[in-house]
């Protein structure tokens, strides 16, 4: 099974500021098909997780451009440009090539 | 889109238990279906897959041969069968869809399995 590694596990961000997350496959994502099945996910308290961004860099219907996924092969990375109160929560990163496996998350909270 | 996850609770080691996912929304015949599980205060473990057409199912190394998840396309809905649960296997259970654009591109609420005796 392909292992996935965030980093940091957590992250204290003051409102307004940018946050990066890194995540780490340990084989290639890139299929042979072309595409790169690497998805990041947010989970607020409470809450189920939800979409975020898809094939690396694609932002699912809704998610505000604030937030940009970038990389390739194995290195992936979360940017959130400026972030607000309501981006707090867990991220995970996950790979979409059987089987399914998830970044262990990285909690970012407000200073 | 709407994903209902029910029939958690809890249930003594070597016990069965069957979940429910009823969909709305969107057509549920089209689309593979999924389990996912995070036990409390832990990360996301993907449990299983089926097909839309229910041809396909796959699962986790620590589900096989225990879970079995199926569907009922008539009745858009999604259900995971759990026999000889495990402690271990304490968890709330999301049923989620996949989509054009991600595997899990939309997700129940979760319902909480707990094995306890």
């Known amino acids: 099974d392909i292992v996935m590694t965030q980093t940091p596990l957590s992250l204290s961000v003051t409102p307004g500021q940018p946050a990066s997350i890194s995540c780490k496959s340990s084989?290639?994502?890139?299929?042979?098909?072309?595409?790169?099945?690497l998805y990041w996910y947010l989970q607020k308290a409470g809450q189920s997780p939800h979409l975020l961004i898809h094939?690396?860099?694609s932002r699912f219907s809704g998610v505000p451009d604030r937030f940009s996924g970038s990389g390739s092969g194995t290195d992936f990375t979360l940017k959130i440009s400026r972030v607000e109160a309501e981006d707090v929560g867990i991220y995970y990163c996950?790979?979409?090539?059987?089987?399914?496996?998830f970044g262990g998350g990285t909690k970012v909270e407000i200073k | 889109v709407q994903l209902v996850e029910s029939g958690g609770g809890v249930v003594q080691p070597g016990r069965s238990l069957r979940l429910s996912c009823a969909v709305s929304?969107?057509?549920?015949?089209?689309?593979?279906m999924h389990w996912v599980r995070q036990a409390p205060g832990k990360g996301l473990e993907w449990v299983a897959i089926?097909?839309?057409?229910?041809?396909?199912?796959y699962y986790g190394d620590s589900v096989k041969g225990r879970f079995t998840v199926s569907r009922d396309n008539s009745k858009n809905t999604l259900y995971l069968q759990m026999n000889s649960l495990r402690p271990e296997d304490t968890a709330v259970y999301y049923c989620?869809?996949?989509?054009?654009?991600?595997?899990?591109?939309?997700w129940g609420q979760g319902t909480l399995v707990t094995v306890s005796s």
């Open positions: 996950m790979q979409g090539i059987h089987p399914l496996t």
């Open positions: 929304g969107f057509t549920f015949s089209n689309y593979g």
């Open positions: 094939e690396v860099s």
């Open positions: 989620a869809a996949s989509t054009i654009a991600a595997p899990l591109g939309y």
């Open positions: 089926i097909s839309y057409d229910v041809d396909n199912k």
């Open positions: 084989q290639s994502l890139l299929h042979s098909d072309g595409k790169t099945y």
